[in-house]
């Protein structure tokens, strides 16, 4: 945890004059002077002035060496969003500089943005932050130590807002300190964003690590102590490090692993720092000469360097009494950063050359962002997220020898568009390892895949959108399309458009149909319907959200309502429709004659007890007698009139499939998914929509909508989907 808060500038001034960097100091001390006014009055959820917090995020940053506009941008970076009356950022470009002001600007949230959906104005709020990162990468480093210090001080805030704010930590900052490599500032999210979402898992392995390191006190002791006399004898120059591993990974490789504590082989581990890279091999050779190592378990981070430029020989072997421990022997700069990652040589501090390869190991974060007219939706946008930065790499060898890290489940597409754009357009075929490979193959790591081309290739298949898994090979596959004939491109996004507008055709005219599509282009972003059947022919916009955007728009505009009429005068004075007999396997009093509808609310089945509701312009709304809106209509004295009495006719069941959700409470666990699938194909259920989610760091909702014949086998499917391994609850959900 953070020491006590301070709202003093000294401190910090006295951190900067002891370090070995060239700060303006007069320029930071104007910095605090001025968020000081800022914020004065202003107290953070902890009662503690809120001037304290931005002393703090500097303090973190100037423990990563950034420079003087860093350290500025720290001080400042609430002042535009929190004080809007006396600071912006013109003023601060003015006062401080463009370079601090363009970093205040992409640590500050899009606050303005309007969006309905909650979800969207934070996926808006991390591409913002993305795109201003990859501009300039000081603004990541700077978000990342204030969420690190946000995080040892959420105590003071609502449990919700913890567990939302650790939930969001570790699902997008500390992977993302992974990605650029900050071993250190990892760590501590990991463990702090634990400690609110599990803090009893946490106070088990915490108190597991503590039980065995008290029952093996002298183990790293006697381990160095072996260690240092060999390495004396050897003549090298060298540091040694003893660690535990910590809370949080011991946590995670349990739960991942499925392993108990004493499985857990790395607990203890020994660090060995040298000045050569010569003299780490040296070092491996010493190490394994002195105790026996364990098969499988040796990797050369050395030669093959993580994408996060971490470089390391990592190699566990069995010590004394039989305990197994993890040896890691790097050099001093690599060490350097293994801790701090892209901050250890960031772009600012190097010269044209290194900017240069610095840009290069930043391409990812472009690649993130890009977007083609500015349509990619959020849902696609956060899928890129997790697969781009938040995933497991494979390391894969081309011909020549070349290593390509690719997102684990990355197709040979992926990698032949990680080669280059055109030896991906021009793909006809791959090999791994000499042998010819369906194109979807997904390369295991240590692979060697060849990637076979023809320059009389017609260019991609627009299946491989469905196929690819990284944003760089989706984003190349769909810049070809877009350079293509844009007529084919329009005939292409219409096909698809028109099937989708198939399902309104009955109930709206060609004028309407033709409103809706226009008001849809506008809305996103386009000139007119043929632009957006263009997008949607390359693929720089997909059905899946438009639909729901169609669906929207008809419902606002053309759809009659459903729902309970509650005000006098909306009744239509006609009375309702009495004795009616009625479509769809019900008998409303027993007469035929009017339309019905099942209402979404509850989803009635065959077998449930129903009434009807009179709507105004659409017939009958059937419910389940239980549902809400039923017995609030029934008990509302201005609506109670328009129920009307109703059942199902004798075999309903047997005229064809009725809408039914499912809701699934389970375990996150690997072919979750699979396994209800196979399970609803066993039965030949008809599966219609599936829809999932985490809950926690533990837990998956999954929702299901299926055809089913009535509430008979919907019973025998909850009871299937209940025997699930993993699975805690199997309710009846609605649309």
């Known amino acids: 945890m953070a020491a006590a808060a301070h709202t003093d500038i000294q401190p910090l001034m006295q951190i900067l004059k002891a370090s070995e960097e060239k ?9 605090f002077d001025f968020a000081n006014r800022c914020h004065n009055g202003q107290k953070r959820a902890s009662g503690e002035p809120y001037i304290c917090h931005p002393i703090a995020v500097a303090e973190i940053v100037a423990s990563l060496s950034l420079d003087t506009d860093s350290i500025c941008a720290a001080l400042l970076h609430d002042t535009v969003e929190d004080c809007a009356d006396m600071a912006d950022l013109p003023k601060l470009s003015k006062m401080f500089g463009p370079d601090v002001a363009m970093l205040v600007d992409g640590l500050t949230k899009i606050v303005m943005i309007q969006v309905d959906d909650k979800e969207e104005v934070h996926i808006e709020n991390l591409r913002k932050m993305l795109l201003a990162m990859s501009k300039d990468i000081r603004v990541i480093f700077i978000k990342l130590c204030d969420r690190l210090h946000n995080m040892r001080t959420l105590d003071a805030k609502p449990e919700n807002k913890r567990r939302l704010t650790a939930l969001e930590t570790m699902q997008v900052y500390a992977p993302l300190a992974h ?10 999210l990991e463990n702090l964003g634990l400690q609110y979402l599990d803090p009893i898992g946490y106070a088990e392995v915490k108190g597991d690590i503590e039980k065995k390191y008290g029952q ?28 535990i591993k910590s809370v949080y990974s011991i946590y995670k490789k349990m739960y991942n692993q499925n392993k108990s504590f004493d499985e857990i082989y790395d607990f203890y581990a020994l660090r060995i720092i040298v000045d050569t890279e010569l003299e780490c091999y040296t070092c491996l050779g010493i190490i394994h000469e002195m105790y026996n190592s364990i098969p499988g378990r040796f990797k050369d981070y050395i030669s093959t360097p993580k994408p996060n430029m971490y470089r390391s020989l990592h190699t566990t072997v069995i010590g004394r009494d039989g305990i197994p421990f993890e040896v890691q022997i790097r050099t001093w700069e690599m060490h350097h950063v293994a801790e701090y990652g892209i901050a250890a040589h960031w772009k600012y501090k190097s010269g044209a050359s290194s900017k240069e390869e610095m840009d290069k190991k930043l391409e990812w974060i472009a690649r993130l962002v890009e977007t083609e007219d500015g349509t990619r939706d959020p849902d696609e946008f956060m899928n890129a997220l997790k697969t781009d ?13 070349d290593v390509i890290a690719l997102p684990q489940g990355a197709t040979v597409i992926d990698f032949a568009y990680a080669i280059h754009s055109e030896v991906g357009n021009k793909m006809i075929g791959a090999k791994i390892n000499g042998m010819i490979v369906p194109i979807e193959r997904s390369p295991q790591s240590g692979e060697i895949v060849e990637i ?13 959108l469905n196929l690819v898994k990284t944003s760089e090979a989706r984003n190349k596959i769909r810049s070809w399309f877009k350079k293509q004939d844009r007529v084919d491109n329009i005939a292409e996004g219409r096909a698809q458009l028109d099937a989708e507008m198939k399902k309104y055709s009955r109930v709206m005219t060609e004028s309407q149909r033709s409103e809706l599509l226009e008001t849809l282009a506008q809305n996103a972003g386009f000139n007119s319907v043929d632009d957006l059947c263009q997008a949607i022919g390359y693929g720089g916009i997909t059905m899946g959200r438009l639909s729901i955007r169609i669906r929207d728009e008809y419902e606002r505009r053309y759809k009659q309502p459903e729902t309970p009429i509650t005000s006098a ?28 509808k099942f209402a979404k609310c509850c989803n009635p089945l065959p077998g449930d007890e129903v009434m009807g509701f009179v709507t105004r312009g659409y017939g009958i709304s059937i419910h389940k007698k239980d549902c809400p809106n039923c017995v609030a209509g029934m008990s509302h004295e201005q609506t109670r009139d328009r129920w009307v009495d109703a059942h199902w006719e004798s075999g309903s069941g047997s005229q064809g499939l009725y809408e039914a959700m499912i809701q699934i409470l389970s ?33 998956a909702v999954i929702s299901l909508k299926v055809g089913c014949r009535d509430v008979a086998q919907y019973d025998q499917i909850v009871a299937r989907l209940r025997g699930l391994s993993g699975v805690h609850q199997v309710t009846r959900g609605h649309a």
């Open 23 to 31: 700060y303006d100091l007069e320029k930071i001390q104007r910095a």
């Open 179 to 188: 990605r650029l490599g900050m071993q250190k500032i990892k760590t501590e």
């Open 216 to 243: 093996n006190l002298n183990f790293i002791e006697n381990i160095r102590h072996d260690v240092e006399s060999r390495l004396n004898e050897s003549g090298i120059h060298y540091a040694l490090e003893g660690r």
């Open 389 to 401: 930065i938040f995933h497991d790499e494979v390391f894969v060898f081309t011909p020549k020898g």
């Open 452 to 464: 076979l081309t023809s320059a009389s290739s017609k260019g991609p298949s627009r299946d491989w």
């Open 569 to 596: 005068d909306q009744i239509p004075v006609a009375e309702p429709p009495k004795n009616l007999r009625t479509s769809g396997g019900i008998v409303v009093d027993g007469q035929a004659g009017c339309q019905v």
């Open 667 to 699: 375990e996150d666990r690997d072919s979750l998914l699979a396994d209800i699938m196979a399970a609803l194909s066993e039965m030949k259920i008809s599966l219609l929509q599936v829809f999932a989610a985490k809950r926690g760091l533990t837990e």
